[in-house]
């Protein structure tokens, strides 16, 4: 990296219990504001362009309340389909992604009319 490359971190803290199970979660991006901050799940998703594949760590800790799971999916998915279309310019996958999005919250209850 040359002298003039700028560098920004993000830190992920697992704390485990006995049995390897995550109690809780902390993250830390500073750029971003966010510092030793408390969470309940998380997903990271990274490219592997050697490999050509998503590697993934998906974590949530064992207090995490499965109605907020799923409001925690459904928003994930939604903020994908944004991204998706960002990163594409595909507008017609894109709108079709929300559109799922929208039978999976209506599916799980998650909107109320």
């Known amino acids: 990296m040359s002298k003039n490359t700028l560098k920004s971190e993000?830190?992920?803290?697992?704390?485990?219990?006995?049995?390897?199970?995550?109690?809780?979660?902390?993250?830390?991006?500073?750029?971003?504001?966010?510092?030793?901050?408390?969470?309940?799940?998380?997903?990271?998703?990274?490219w592997d362009n050697n490999n050509q594949e998503s590697m993934r760590i998906d974590l949530w800790t064992k207090d995490m309340p499965v109605d907020e799971m799923k409001v925690f999916f459904h928003q994930t998915l939604v903020s994908m389909s944004h991204t998706f279309e960002r990163a594409t310019g595909d507008k017609k996958m894109s709108e079709t992604m929300r559109d799922f999005c929208d039978y999976f919250a209506e599916k799980l209850e998650l909107k109320k009319d």
């Not at 697992?14 to 998380?42: C, F, H, I």
């Open 10 to 46: 993000i830190k992920i803290n697992v704390e485990l219990d006995e049995n390897r199970v995550p109690e809780t979660l902390y993250w830390t991006a500073r750029d971003g504001g966010v510092a030793n901050q408390e969470s309940k799940a998380m997903m990271l998703s990274v």
